[in-house]
């Protein structure tokens, strides 16, 4: 349940701790698993194959015992396989066994995501502001980051926000700690999470103004073509 422990975080604040907080207490029965694929509009689609490729290529260079997911069913309880939930994007470290092949994550016997991600959807707003903050919490979740480009989320609590990071705390707890426009810096990743409203994308970089980007693989490789033109046209 959402207990506000301080005043709403005002929209140009970078970092805003103990804004909300949620007691660790069990995973609801009613939140199920969708059986079937929720239809996605193209810039929610894009912003989560960039997101993703972003990460995976993060992996590679990095040589991390580590595995990107896309909506990949989350499991918590192996009495009812259906309670869980499937993130928009999550990264788990370790790897789990076999992951190029996994169907869906089963916490009983992997490690829960540290990283997940979650563009809102004008369609269920609400689940992505409130809902899923408390499935990272009673997951174990280490790092949760909400991206909202078209500002669909509620304005309950000072929201809508454009990005929110919510990570553990010392004490286990969940908090939220930036709600605002502008870049957050992410533990997990070790970069800056940084919003591009306009575009509807979410790039990471190793400074929060966005400088230092990092590529998807596809993106290195055309750098790279690039960088071998203009050292042939020099010589």
Same mark, same amino acid.
């Given at each position: 349940?959402?207990?506000? =422990?301080?005043?709403?975080?005002?929209?140009?604040?970078?970092?805003?701790?103990?804004?909300?907080?949620?007691?660790?207490?069990?995973?609801?029965?009613?939140?199920?698993?969708?059986?079937?694929?929720?239809?996605? =509009?193209?810039?929610?689609?894009?912003?989560?194959?960039?997101?993703?490729?972003?990460?995976?290529?993060?992996?590679?260079?990095?040589?991390?015992?580590?595995?990107?997911?896309?909506?990949?069913?989350?499991?918590?309880?192996?009495?009812?396989?259906?309670?869980?939930?499937?993130?928009?994007?999550?990264?788990?470290?370790?790897?789990?066994?076999?992951?190029?092949?996994?169907? =869906?994550?089963?916490?009983?016997?992997?490690?829960?995501?540290?990283?997940?991600?979650?563009?809102?959807?004008?369609?269920?707003?609400?689940?992505?502001?409130?809902?899923?903050?408390?499935?990272?919490?009673?997951?174990?979740?280490?790092?949760?980051?909400?991206?909202?480009?078209?500002?669909?989320?509620?304005?309950?609590?000072?929201?809508?926000?454009?990005?929110?990071?919510?990570?553990?705390?010392?004490?286990?707890?969940?908090?939220?700690?930036?709600?605002?426009?502008?870049?957050?810096?992410?533990?997990?990743?070790?970069?800056?999470?940084?919003?591009?409203?306009?575009?509807?994308?979410?790039?990471?970089?190793?400074?929060?103004?966005?400088?230092?980007?990092?590529?998807?693989?596809?993106?290195?490789?055309?750098?790279?073509?690039?960088?071998?033109?203009?050292?042939?046209?020099?010589?």
């Amino acid at each position: 349940m959402v207990q506000p =422990s301080a005043p709403p975080a005002a929209r140009s604040a970078s970092e805003e701790r103990a804004v909300l907080r949620y007691a660790l207490s069990g995973f609801s029965d009613s939140w199920l698993i969708p059986e079937e694929e929720v239809p996605e =509009s193209a810039w929610h689609d894009a912003c989560l194959e960039l997101f993703k490729a972003l990460l995976d290529a993060w992996v590679t260079t990095t040589a991390r015992d580590a595995a990107v997911f896309r909506d990949i069913a989350i499991q918590v309880r192996h009495e009812r396989p259906r309670v869980g939930w499937n993130p928009d994007v999550c990264l788990v470290e370790p790897a789990p066994a076999g992951a190029s092949e996994l169907e =869906s994550m089963r916490l009983w016997e992997h490690q829960p995501p540290r990283l997940a991600f979650e563009a809102v959807s004008p369609n269920h707003p609400f689940k992505d502001y409130a809902v899923v903050p408390e499935k990272c919490a009673l997951a174990g979740v280490t790092e949760l980051c909400v991206f909202d480009p078209l500002l669909a989320g509620p304005r309950a609590q000072g929201g809508p926000w454009l990005l929110q990071l919510w990570r553990r705390a010392p004490d286990g707890g969940f908090e939220r700690i930036h709600a605002g426009d502008d870049a957050a810096a992410s533990e997990v990743l070790g970069g800056f999470l940084v919003p591009d409203r306009a575009e509807r994308r979410l790039r990471i970089a190793g400074r929060p103004n966005g400088d230092d980007p990092w590529l998807t693989r596809e993106e290195a490789a055309l750098r790279r073509i690039a960088e071998l033109e203009a050292e042939l046209r020099r010589r």
